[in-house]
């Protein structure tokens, strides 16, 4: 599972539903602002499922009542499927350092070599809890203190008092480098997620900090003074608004908010942003969705920002979900995916279902389901009256015949399900232009994304890694068996028309990290054994399974260490687990070292900026609930070098030869190359 950032106008732009870190609710569909009305349709795309034209197909609403109609439809929607592994953020992806250089004077010198945050496309940055620009370190506290109501509280009488939060958190202007100068500059009194766009820190407000003042706003400070912060503009997120994703490109801001539709029928008189003091209008009839009915109970809007004014220079709106396992948004050099998850039409697989085994049902069954498919109400009616003919059609017979009944069908369904796995649900990728925010073109594959690193643009063509057959229901007649999911890797060329594909990888269980290098992948399932797979990716009409490794436990992230040498983060046996795999050989990937950490966490498994790799000493950092952990993966192995036993620890960068390992209290500064501590400092 991976992650990447933003920086300029020409958006290579990635989010993470975010985006691990970010709680946040996923994109879902994107559309144009300033396309034509007639439908946008995909070129070349091949209906290889049921209603796999129209889920391709997005245009705008023609007027607010049409806005407020399909709302209306497709209110149930997001309810009634279920959604895939959710828990496992997007996989990590560092950004190499800007320079590779040994330090070449006096301590004083401007630094040869600063860590970035790790990111899933490099040049693209995301939001995060820490920032430096090689000498000043900003670091947002994720938290605020509980302190009791005054010293009384603690007695037994005061036991049930109140606790109210002392607000410590903020963000700090950390002076960092030299590391024996080490001081808090100034403290923000605004708490975030942080982008850094030469001298302007961007604060960002996500759930993560829900309990800070002026949660509901954006900030631009200068800070060419670290000592003297100024706020330069502020972007105010009214009533149901919130962040939904951020990346920094080429000193342009990439936002995307999300509107929550409590009422559709007062949803378009909305002024969902201020902006320089002034309201923020989205009409209706300029917000795209799909033909198709799908889940949608929010709006999005992605919008490129300048960071020196705060002034939206481009803006295009879509309805979507607030379920964020069903879009994920990902970016690259010259355009920005976003994807909308189709979980499939219930009456429609049912009639496919009863027409390929009519005689498990009476012909006044099938005439009933038939004539339901064609009425115009919502799923969530149609889910009513399916079950309404079941119960009719069940209480028909005995108990005895009941259970045959139920038995002959759960059977029946489940070799249905296996053969038509990938006609059942699809995720359309939507396809736009990274420099004017334009719909491109559209495709669609068939089952779900795990998150952004599912995705991946190489030389033209896109790579999508999905779970198929998770939409597994039995409706009533029998649980069956809920083993028929498979997955699958995807070759999107021009028109984004499948080219190639790789199919049923690790059948029975469900992608837990993906990672695209070049022209190869890699793909890790779950079920109780973790098959580590390699795919030759070079010949995009005939792609490959090359090699396959099953061992216990799961890698929730991986990160290229080396072209040959792929690391792994996850789980075995409730502790966390490091693996370094050998895929110099890609026919026969090996496990060559591993190590099982004394904790039950690792911050990495929620988001891939929780990394770090430092290429130039053969170590990589992370996290653990205990403290910090920084590894040696020299000489092929896996050798714990140093920790850091600072509670609360979240992050680390690199400035030059030191390692400033940063917690919620604390700062620690460590010289890699003697791993003594040469700096401390109480944050």
Same mark, same amino acid.
């Given at each position: 599972m991976d992650e990447k950032t933003n920086k300029e106008t020409n958006p290579k732009y990635i989010w993470a539903v975010l985006a691990a870190v970010a709680l946040v609710a996923g994109l879902v569909f994107v559309f144009q602002k300033n396309?034509?009305?007639?439908?946008?349709?995909?070129?070349?795309?091949?209906?290889?499922?049921?209603?796999?034209?129209?889920?391709?197909?997005?245009?705008?609403f023609l007027s607010e009542q049409d806005f407020k109609d399909y709302i209306t439809k497709s209110r149930s929607e997001s309810g009634y499927y279920s959604g895939g592994r959710g828990a496992g953020g997007p996989g990590l992806m560092e950004m190499s350092a800007k320079s590779d250089n040994a330090i070449g004077g006096p301590i004083s010198a401007a630094p040869a070599r600063v860590s970035e945050t790790n990111v899933q496309v490099a040049g693209i940055d995301e939001p995060d809890a820490v920032k430096t620009d090689g000498k000043e370190i900003f670091f947002s506290v994720p938290r605020p203190e509980i302190m009791p109501l005054d010293d009384t509280v603690g007695r037994p009488d005061e036991a049930q008092g109140l606790m109210p939060l002392r607000e410590t958190g903020g963000t700090k202007t950390i002076k960092a480098y030299p590391p024996d100068d080490l001081a808090v500059d100034y403290k923000i009194n605004k708490s975030g997620d942080l982008l850094l766009a030469g001298n302007i820190l961007i604060v960002i407000p996500s759930q993560r900090y829900y309990w800070a003042k002026d *949660?509901?706003? =954006?900030? +631009?400070?200068?800070?060419?003074?670290?000592k003297n912060p100024k706020e330069l503009w502020n972007?105010?997120?009214?009533? *149901?608004?919130? =962040?939904? +994703?951020?990346?920094?490109?080429k000193g342009k801001i990439y936002l995307a908010t999300k509107t929550d539709i409590i009422d559709e029928n007062k949803f378009c008189a909305m002024e969902p942003l201020i902006v320089q003091g002034r309201p923020f209008k989205i009409k209706c009839n300029e917000i795209y969705h799909p033909t198709a009915i799908v889940p949608a109970d929010a709006t999005y809007t992605a919008m490129i920002v300048n960071p020196a004014t705060g002034a939206i220079e481009k803006d295009i709106s879509f309805v979507g979900s607030s379920d964020y396992t069903?879009?994920?948004?990902?970016?690259?050099?010259?355009s920005l995916y976003v994807t909308y998850y189709y979980p499939g039409d219930q009456v429609k697989i049912l009639n496919l279902f009863f027409s390929e085994n009519k005689n498990l049902v009476p012909d006044w069954f099938s005439e009933k389901l038939q004539k339901l498919e064609g009425y115009d109400i919502s799923s969530s009616a149609k889910q009513t009256e399916i079950w309404n003919l079941v119960e009719r059609y069940q209480s028909s017979f005995s108990s005895d015949d009941r259970m045959k009944m139920e038995n002959e069908i759960g059977n029946k369904m489940t070799d249905f399900f296996a053969r038509h796995r990938r006609e059942l649900d699809s995720t359309g990728i939507v396809k736009i232009s990274a420099d004017n925010l334009n719909v491109d073109t559209i495709g669609t594959v068939p089952g779900k994304l795990l998150n952004q690193f599912s995705l991946d643009e190489y030389k033209g063509d896109l790579r999508a890694a999905t779970t198929v057959g998770q939409n597994f229901f039995g409706w009533g007649f029998s649980p069956a068996r809920a083993n028929e999911t498979a997955n699958d890797v995807y070759i999107l060329g021009d028109n984004m028309k499948i080219e190639g594909s790789v199919i049923d990888l690790g059948k029975g269980e469900q992608i837990y990290s993906v990672r695209f290098i070049e022209d190869?992948?890699?793909?890790?399932?779950?079920?109780?054994?973790?098959?580590?797979?390699?795919?030759?990716?070079?010949?995009?009409?005939?792609?490959?399974?090359?090699?396959e490794l099953k061992i216990p436990g799961y890698s929730s992230y991986l990160h290229p260490i080396t072209k040959d040498k792929i690391l792994g983060i996850g789980e075995e046996n409730n502790k966390v687990k490091v693996s370094l795999f050998d895929v110099s050989d890609p026919a026969d990937p090996t496990e060559i070292a591993k190590y099982n950490l004394d904790e039950y966490w690792?911050?990495?498994?929620?988001?891939h900026h929780a990394f770090l790799l430092d290429q130039k000493h053969e170590i990589f950092f992370l996290p653990g609930s205990k403290g910090g952990y920084i590894f040696s993966y020299a000489g092929d192995s896996l050798s714990l070098v140093k920790t850091v036993s600072e509670t609360a620890v979240k992050r680390a960068v690199y400035i030059n030869d030191y390692l400033y390992v940063i917690g919620e209290n604390s700062l620690v500064v460590l010289d890699e190359r003697n791993w003594e501590r040469v700096g401390e400092l109480d944050i």
């Open positions: 396309q034509k009305e007639k439908p946008i349709a995909p070129a070349g795309t091949k209906p290889a499922g049921i209603d796999r034209e129209k889920v391709t197909e997005i245009k705008k *949660a509901n706003k =954006i900030f +631009g400070f200068d800070v060419s003074d670290p972007i105010e997120m009214k009533e *149901a608004v919130s =962040i939904a +994703g951020a990346r920094l490109y069903s879009s994920v948004v990902y970016m690259s050099e010259n190869k992948g890699y793909v890790v399932t779950f079920k109780q054994v973790d098959p580590f797979f390699v795919l030759d990716l070079s010949d995009p009409m005939n792609p490959e399974k090359k090699g690792s911050e990495v498994s929620q988001t």
